[in-house]
């Protein structure tokens, strides 16, 4: 058995997660956190968060951030990628950075206008 608190929504439903009998969840108020519990344990994922570098603006740095969840094993490559990226102002939030990144569907868009 492993117990966590459901993230996805305010109401933080306390899970538990019967690893012995196929994952089973209990605890949660919506079918969001038995999808939450198993994903968790299974195959965690995260959205990576970051800064990357800006040539030509007034501003040296931009925030960027993945689109979706990538799998948690991934994230120090993906920040490993990101250290080496300059891009050239004027760019505008939403913009996408990197397609695909780490062949994982995920996209490195820009979080402010630039």
């Known amino acids: 058995m492993k117990e966590m608190i459901c993230i996805l929504?305010?109401?933080?439903?306390?899970l538990?997660?019967?690893?012995?009998?196929n994952y089973k969840v209990t605890g949660n108020s919506c079918p969001?956190?038995?999808?939450?519990g198993k994903e968790e344990?299974?195959?965690?994922?995260r959205v990576v968060t970051s800064i990357i570098r800006?040539?030509?603006?007034?501003h040296h740095?931009?925030?960027?951030?993945?689109?979706k969840p990538i799998p948690k094993e991934l994230i120090f490559d993906c920040m490993n990628l990101l250290k080496d990226i300059k891009i050239k102002s004027p760019r505008k939030v939403g913009d996408?950075?990197?397609e695909n990144i780490l062949g994982t569907d995920s996209?490195?868009?820009?979080t402010r206008d630039i």
Do not use: Q, W
Not at 41 to 45: D, G, H, Q
Not at 61 to 67: H, I, L, Q, Y
């Open 41 to 45: 344990l299974i195959a965690p994922k």
């Open 96 to 98: 996408v950075i990197l």
């Open 61 to 67: 740095m931009v925030p960027v951030k993945t689109d």
């Open 54 to 58: 800006v040539e030509g603006g007034i």
């Open 9 to 14: 929504c305010p109401v933080g439903c306390h």
């Open 107 to 110: 996209n490195i868009v820009l």
């Open 32 to 36: 969001k956190g038995e999808v939450y």
């Open 16 to 21: 538990t997660i019967d690893i012995e009998n």
